[in-house]
């Protein structure tokens, strides 16, 4: 029995009130163990998954106007995701740096402040910032109005910079082209297992911050069979936007998307 609530481990209480979490076989109180995957105080499972289905396909049919949007001009999309701090912007200004030959832009997407556009616009880069206020995800109805402000060129490499969280983004289609999620060497190996939709949702994984592997323990073979537990097909760069081995794999990535949207397009 439950010593925290007093439930039978399996979502009933003694009394006969119905509880939204499970127990697991390591004992953990499990809040995602019911058919929503979520728990909120006072709604039922069913009543959690309709408020979740209106949302999302609200979001979808928006999601599915922009990326008909990028189709007709050409664009590739990025949507970069990761927990504050993993190096997004950073690695965004040196991208940016590396790419003065080609059409670019970029959302920025934070709660409060404009200092990522800041620094992006340093660059010359076009960018726009997008915020959330207490929301914690980009939603592809910000983004399609950050899309009429930026106005983009024909051809653009757009990148889209998630507000910084490992869990909400990854539920929100952007109509994004790809969903790439940095991974820094100091955020520990077991991230892509402990928050595996955002792993599962995308295409790529760059690790981030690879500088500082000589100063840490951090086992980078260790994160990526992690994330590949929960996305087999991910592809994996290993980058540092401060030192060595600096991002030219992550540009080669980026090269070979272009390639490869160019031959479709012929
Ligand atoms: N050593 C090292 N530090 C880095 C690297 N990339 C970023 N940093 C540092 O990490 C910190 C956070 O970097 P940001 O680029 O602002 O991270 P972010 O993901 O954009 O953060 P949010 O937008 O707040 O989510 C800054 O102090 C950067 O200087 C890197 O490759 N190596
Ligand atoms: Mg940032």
């Known amino acids: 029995m439950c010593t925290v609530c007093g439930c039978d ?4 209480t003694i009394d006969g009130h119905s509880h939204h979490h499970d127990h697991g076989d390591d004992g953990a109180l499990n809040y995602g163990a019911g058919e929503a ?13 309709e408020i979740e289905h209106d949302i999302l396909s609200k ?45 670019v832009g970029v959302i920025e997407g934070d709660q409060q402040t404009s200092n990522d556009a800041d620094r992006i616009r340093e660059t010359g880069a076009p960018a726009i910032q997008v915020n959330t206020g207490k929301g914690c995800h980009l939603d592809a109805e910000m983004v399609g109005h950050a899309m009429d402000h930026l106005a983009p060129e024909q051809g653009t490499l757009l990148f889209i ?21 940095l991974a820094s060497v100091t955020e520990g190996e077991d991230k892509p297992l ?7 949702a995308a295409d ?6 690879a500088d500082l592997l000589p100063h840490i323990h951090f086992d980078v073979e260790l994160l ?3 994330a590949r537990k929960v996305q087999p097909r991910l592809d994996v760069l290993t980058t540092s936007a401060t030192g060595a081995p600096g ?20």
């Open 9 to 12: 481990g399996k979502g009933q």
């Open 37 to 49: 995957g979520v728990h909120v105080p006072g709604q039922s499972q069913t009543r959690l998954i």
């Open 59 to 103: 979001n979808d049919a928006l999601a599915a106007e922009n990326r008909s949007r990028f189709l007709q001009q050409g664009i590739i999309a990025i949507n970069m995701m990761s927990s504050p701090g993993s190096g997004k912007t950073t690695l965004l200004v040196e991208t940016l740096k590396s790419l003065k030959d080609r059409p």
């Open 161 to 181: 910079e998630n507000v910084g969280n490992l869990v909400c983004p990854a539920a929100f289609d952007l109509g994004e082209t790809r969903r790439v999620v």
């Open 194 to 200: 402990k928050y595996p939709e955002m792993f599962a």
């Open 204 to 209: 790529a994984m760059v690790v981030t911050k």
């Open 224 to 226: 990526i069979e992690n």
């Open 247 to 266: 991002i030219t794999p992550w540009l080669s990535w980026l090269n070979g998307l272009t390639l490869q949207f160019q031959e479709a397009a012929e």
